[in-house]
Each structure stands twice: as structure tokens, then as C-alpha cells.
């Protein structure tokens, strides 16, 4: 039989040496471990992170560790400027070469929008011209309308042009729903009912009709805080057909608007309101207005409907010593002599007015000489308009007793379109003429005329003639269409030019 094999474990252990076992090892022998490898760390290849993401982490780090308190309600976190803007503005702050003038692109186009183009009458500039020409424009085509848009545009343009509007003339101003009435008259469905003009009046609380409103004028004084002067007319120009006496004169709303105005403005210094039917009323709520107006000088109201209730009222005003109205006109109004003899009071007490033009009213006789009477003790007058007030041989007294006394008051003097060579008056003056020595003695072959109409021409040439001819100061006398002769006015008119010569 053969011999029982070892186990190869157990023949692979080296017998041991010197020392003998003196048990036998049962447990399986270890088998001999070679040395570990050496492992290289491999990197796994990283993408790189782009622009966007790396500013997109740094912006989520401080959002993520950012506490936002819900109570806290002025937090905001604020825009950052576009470098467009930046850019600009430093540009904008280093720029040193010299601008280019802007008036010759102004005139280009205020030559292509408007027709007429006076630059003189807007202080030279060709930019005042435009803005003005073009809020003029604009108010004018202005139709007010209760909640309407067009209102928001007005505001607009306003802000646009405020800088340099210094001076407005608004030929006309549009009533409420003027284009509404016009338009159904074109359609015929209401040609009936535009006979009368309560047909289109509002109706107020009492029932009665009542003029429909204008443009607010406040609105407009509210954006442009440098108009000083103001010539407007509540009328309509060029209606055609449409015409209808509401689309003339001013409401009292529309007085109202004005007298509001007039209270809190300081800057306006030339008003002037035209043709807009302004009567008694009106004047009185004006003059009011007026008497708490600490910078108006120039006040014009001609053309209206002004009574001697009117003129007191006015009167009132200039003898405030606290107006500064140094220039009143009235022409065209319906002063009578009650109003005359108030306004010739009011020059008694008056330190500052320097013009007063109160043509085409109904002064008379009475309220001539009144005026007249005043200016010897008036010592600021120097331009007197009473030219076609049916002024007679009294005024021609007055007038030639005040100009003897050779004051400064008045230099211009206007007495045209008045009957001073009529009546039995004038041959009184006639009479009552004496002519001193050494005194220009007129044209001597009228001089001696005494009889029928002739003399009474004479009468009133000679006695201005010798009034004029003891005066150094007047140096404007009209006397046109008067009944005074023809010589006479010639003899007159070169003493005038003598004094004109000599100041």
C-alpha cells in the first residue's frame, strides 16, 4: 500500500531548528503575502464653472444667509443704475466744448408751423415764439369736457413749454360742448331747438339758464408760473353758420375763475380782457379781486359793457394806495357822467397812474369837465384818452383852464371825434378870450370871425390856442374831427412841436 501522502501546507513549513516542538500545530498554515501595490490617485475631471454661474453663486450666497423681516417695511433693495446711464452722465459733466445755438432750429420750425412769425413781439427769441405760438394754439382749439383726456394732453403741453412762455394772446376760448352743438346742428337733428339760447344753457339751482363755461383759467396760471402778461377774449372766431350768442361773454363762473387768479397771482403783470361782454357784475367781482393784487399795472377791459356802477368800482381800485395799476383802459364801454365823476374823484386821490383811456364812452359835458377840474391836482397823469364821449364847449372851459397852469399833467392828450366848436358855449369863450401880450395871436382872419358856425369853430380854436400856447409840457394834442378849424389846428399843433422839440 502505498504511503499516505502530507499535506503540501504542512510539508511547505520549514522544519524548525534547534528547538523541538513539543505540540503539533493543527491550525493551517499562513500563506506568505506579497507586498501591496502602490495605487496612484486618479482626478476625475472637473467641468470648469462659466461666467454666469460663478456671478450666479456669489448673488445666491448673501440671498441664502439673508434673513427678511416681514414687519419691516421701509427694506427695499435698490436698483443698480444701467451703465448706459452712467456713461452719459459722465459725459454729460466733462463736456467742455462749446454748445451749439438752438434758435436757428427754432426758427426753422416756428416758420414752418405758423404763418405769422414776429419774433420782436416775444422778446427776440425764437423758442419764446414757438411755445407761446403753440399754447396760443392750443387753448384756443380747447373745447372743456367734463372727465374728458383732452384736458390730461393740455396739462402736458403746458409743462412743456412753462420755461418760456412769459406772455400769451388767446384770441378766442371754446364753451363747454362747443363741438357737441356743432355737430348736431350739422347732423339736423337739433336745428329747432338752436333758435334760443336757453336751449343750450345749464341750468343752475335756482332753474335759470346760464351761459355754458370756459377753460378754467387757474388751471392754466397753476403751470405756467412765468406769465406776466395776458391778452384774452371769451368769443368765438370764424363759427360760421354755427353762430350762437352763448359761444360770447364771459360766465360768471368764468368771472369767478379770473377773480381767483387775480388774488394769488404774482407774477402777472399785464391783463388784458377784451369783447368778452364784462358788465357791471363782472367788474365789481374783478375790482374786488383786484384790491388784493400786489402786481398788476396794466388793466385793460375795453369793448365790454361796463356801466358808471363799473366805473366806481374800478375807481375804488386806483385809489387804493397799495395798487400798483398804473395804466387803465376802458374804451368802448357804457360810462356815463355819474361814472366819469368817479373816476375824476378817484385821479384826485391817485399816486401812481400814469395812462387812462376812456374813448368811445358817454362822458358828456359833466363828466369831461370833472375830469379836467381833477388834473389840477393830479401830479402823475401823463396820457388822457377822451376822445368820442360827446364832450361840448364846458370840457373845451375845463380843459383850457388846466392847461394854463403849465403842469406836467398831462403831456398826451387825445380830445378827437368831440364837439368843442358847437353851441352857444363856445361863443361865450368866444367873448370871454383875452390874449395877453407878447402871445401867439392865431390866425387873425378867424380870429375876428363872430358870427354862425364859423365863430363858434373860432371860439373853441382860440381859446385851446391860447391855453396851449402858455404850456411847455403838452406834446401830444389831437384834435381831429373836433369843429375846429383847420388853421387853427395847424397854429396848435407847431406849439405842441415846439414843446416836443424842446423836452
Same mark, same amino acid.
Given at each position: 500500500?502505498?504511503?499516505?501522502?502530507?499535506?503540501?501546507?504542512?510539508?511547505?513549513?520549514?522544519?524548525?531548528?534547534?528547538?523541538?516542538?513539543?505540540?503539533?500545530?493543527?491550525?493551517?498554515?499562513?500563506?506568505?503575502?506579497?507586498?501591496?501595490?502602490?495605487?496612484?490617485?486618479?482626478?476625475?475631471?472637473?467641468?470648469?464653472?462659466?461666467?454666469?454661474?460663478?456671478?450666479?453663486?456669489?448673488?445666491?450666497?448673501?440671498?441664502?444667509?439673508?434673513?427678511?423681516?416681514?414687519?419691516?417695511?421701509?427694506?427695499?433693495?435698490?436698483?443698480?443704475?444701467?451703465?448706459?446711464?452712467?456713461?452719459?452722465?459722465?459725459?454729460?459733466?466733462?463736456?467742455?466744448?462749446?454748445?451749439?445755438?438752438?434758435?436757428?432750429?427754432?426758427?426753422?420750425?416756428?416758420?414752418?408751423?405758423?404763418?405769422?412769425?414776429?419774433?420782436?413781439?416775444?422778446?427776440?427769441?425764437?423758442?419764446?415764439?414757438?411755445?407761446?405760438?403753440?399754447?396760443?394754439?392750443?387753448?384756443?382749439?380747447?373745447?372743456?369736457?367734463?372727465?374728458?383726456?383732452?384736458?390730461?394732453?393740455?396739462?402736458?403741453?403746458?409743462?412743456?413749454?412753462?420755461?418760456? $412762455?412769459?406772455?400769451?394772446?388767446?384770441?378766442?376760448?371754446?364753451?363747454?360742448?362747443?363741438?357737441?352743438?356743432?355737430?348736431?346742428?350739422?347732423?339736423?337733428?337739433?336745428?329747432?331747438?338752436?333758435?334760443?339760447?336757453?336751449?343750450?344753457? /345749464?341750468?343752475?339751482?335756482?332753474?335759470?339758464?346760464?351761459?355754458?363755461?370756459?377753460?378754467?383759467?387757474?388751471?392754466?396760471?397753476?403751470?405756467?408760473?412765468?406769465?406776466?402778461?395776458?391778452?384774452?377774449?371769451?368769443?368765438?372766431?370764424?363759427?360760421?353758420?354755427?353762430?350762437?350768442?352763448?359761444?360770447?361773454?364771459?360766465?360768471?363762473?368764468?368771472?369767478?375763475?379770473?377773480?381767483?387768479?387775480?388774488?394769488?397771482?404774482?407774477?402777472?403783470?399785464?391783463?388784458?380782457?377784451?369783447?368778452?361782454?364784462?358788465?357791471?357784475?363782472?367788474?365789481?367781482?374783478?375790482?374786488?379781486?383786484?384790491?388784493?393784487?400786489?402786481?398788476?399795472?396794466?388793466?385793460?377791459?375795453?369793448?365790454?359793457?361796463?356801466?358808471?356802477?363799473?366805473?366806481?368800482?374800478?375807481?375804488?381800485? /386806483?385809489?387804493?394806495?397799495?395798487?400798483?395799476?398804473?395804466?387803465?383802459?376802458?374804451?368802448?364801454?357804457? $360810462?356815463?357822467?355819474?361814472?366819469?365823476?368817479?373816476?375824476?374823484?378817484?385821479?384826485?386821490?391817485?399816486?401812481?397812474?400814469?395812462?387812462?383811456?376812456?374813448?368811445?364812452? /358817454?362822458?358828456?359835458?359833466?363828466? #369831461?369837465?370833472?375830469?379836467?377840474?381833477?388834473?389840477?391836482?393830479?401830479?402823475?397823469?401823463?396820457?388822457?384818452?377822451?376822445?368820442?364821449?360827446?364832450?361840448?364847449?364846458?370840457?373845451?372851459?375845463?380843459?383850457?383852464?388846466?392847461?394854463?397852469?403849465?403842469?406836467?399833467?398831462?403831456?398826451?392828450?387825445?380830445?378827437?371825434?368831440?364837439?368843442?366848436?358847437?353851441?352857444?358855449?363856445?361863443?361865450?369863450?368866444?367873448?370871454?378870450?383875452?390874449?395877453?401880450?407878447?402871445?401867439?395871436?392865431?390866425?387873425?382872419?378867424?380870429?375876428?370871425?363872430?358870427?354862425?358856425?364859423?365863430?363858434?369853430?373860432?371860439?373853441?380854436?382860440?381859446?385851446?390856442?391860447?391855453?396851449?400856447?402858455?404850456?411847455?409840457?403838452?406834446?401830444?394834442?389831437?384834435?381831429?374831427?373836433? #369843429?375846429?378849424?383847420?388853421?387853427?389846428?395847424?397854429?396848435?399843433?407847431?406849439?405842441?412841436?415846439?414843446?416836443?422839440?424842446?423836452?
Amino acid at each position: 500500500m502505498p504511503e499516505p501522502v502530507a499535506n503540501q501546507s504542512s510539508a511547505a513549513v520549514p522544519p524548525a531548528t534547534g528547538v523541538e516542538k513539543s505540540t503539533i500545530d493543527l491550525a493551517p498554515p499562513v500563506a506568505e503575502q506579497a507586498a501591496p501595490a502602490v495605487t496612484l490617485p486618479v482626478s476625475t475631471p472637473q467641468p470648469v464653472p462659466t461666467l454666469y454661474e460663478s456671478v450666479k453663486h456669489q448673488q445666491e450666497a448673501p440671498v441664502a444667509q439673508r434673513r427678511v423681516l416681514a414687519e419691516d417695511l421701509q427694506w427695499n433693495l435698490s436698483p443698480v443704475k444701467k451703465l448706459s446711464d452712467l456713461c452719459i452722465n459722465v459725459l454729460v459733466s466733462r463736456f467742455e466744448a462749446p454748445l451749439v445755438p438752438d434758435e436757428e432750429y427754432w426758427q426753422r420750425k416756428s416758420v414752418v408751423t405758423f404763418k405769422l412769425c414776429n419774433v420782436r413781439d416775444h422778446g427776440g427769441s425764437w423758442k419764446r415764439l414757438f411755445f407761446e405760438s403753440n399754447v396760443q394754439k392750443i387753448l384756443e382749439d380747447f373745447v372743456p369736457q367734463y372727465g374728458g383726456e383732452q384736458e390730461m394732453d393740455l396739462m402736458t403741453q403746458l409743462d412743456l413749454g412753462a420755461p418760456y $412762455i412769459n406772455k400769451l394772446q388767446v384770441r378766442q376760448l371754446r364753451p363747454t360742448d362747443y363741438d357737441a352743438r356743432k355737430t348736431e346742428k350739422e347732423g339736423g337733428t337739433g336745428a329747432g331747438s338752436l333758435h334760443g339760447r336757453s336751449s343750450h344753457k /345749464f341750468t343752475s339751482g335756482n332753474g335759470d339758464g346760464v351761459h355754458p363755461d370756459h377753460l378754467n383759467l387757474g388751471m392754466v396760471f397753476s403751470k405756467l408760473k412765468n406769465l406776466e402778461e395776458l391778452d384774452i377774449c371769451y368769443s368765438v372766431r370764424d363759427c360760421g353758420i354755427e353762430f350762437q350768442w352763448e359761444y360770447f361773454g364771459m360766465t360768471m363762473n368764468d368771472c369767478v375763475y379770473l377773480s381767483d387768479v387775480l388774488k394769488s397771482n404774482r407774477v402777472l403783470r399785464s391783463l388784458t380782457v377784451a369783447a368778452s361782454g364784462i358788465d357791471d357784475d363782472r367788474c365789481h367781482l374783478i375790482a374786488n379781486a383786484l384790491m388784493e393784487n400786489r402786481t398788476l399795472k396794466n388793466l385793460d377791459l375795453s369793448h365790454n359793457l361796463i356801466g358808471d356802477a363799473g366805473a366806481r368800482a374800478i375807481a375804488t381800485v /386806483f385809489t387804493n394806495p397799495s395798487s400798483p395799476l398804473t395804466h387803465i383802459t376802458l374804451a368802448n364801454n357804457k $360810462i356815463g357822467q355819474t361814472g366819469g365823476t368817479f373816476l375824476a374823484t378817484a385821479l384826485l386821490r391817485n399816486p401812481k397812474l400814469v395812462q387812462l383811456s376812456l374813448r368811445m364812452n /358817454f362822458l358828456g359835458d359833466k363828466g #369831461g369837465s370833472a375830469i379836467f377840474t381833477a388834473l389840477r391836482e393830479n401830479t402823475t397823469l401823463q396820457q388822457l384818452d377822451l376822445s368820442c364821449n360827446q364832450l361840448g364847449p364846458t370840457t373845451v372851459a375845463a380843459m383850457c383852464t388846466t392847461l394854463k397852469l403849465n403842469t406836467r399833467v398831462p403831456a398826451s392828450l387825445d380830445m378827437s371825434c368831440n364837439k368843442l366848436g358847437h353851441g352857444d358855449v363856445a361863443k361865450d369863450l368866444l367873448r370871454s378870450t383875452t390874449v395877453e401880450a407878447g402871445k401867439p395871436q392865431g390866425p387873425p382872419k378867424l380870429a375876428a370871425v363872430e358870427d354862425g358856425r364859423e365863430a363858434s369853430e373860432d371860439a373853441a380854436g382860440k381859446a385851446i390856442f391860447d391855453a396851449v400856447s402858455q404850456n411847455k409840457y403838452l406834446t401830444h394834442l389831437d384834435l381831429r374831427m373836433t #369843429g375846429v378849424s383847420q388853421e387853427f389846428q395847424q397854429a396848435i399843433q407847431g406849439i405842441v412841436n415846439e414843446n416836443k422839440s424842446g423836452l
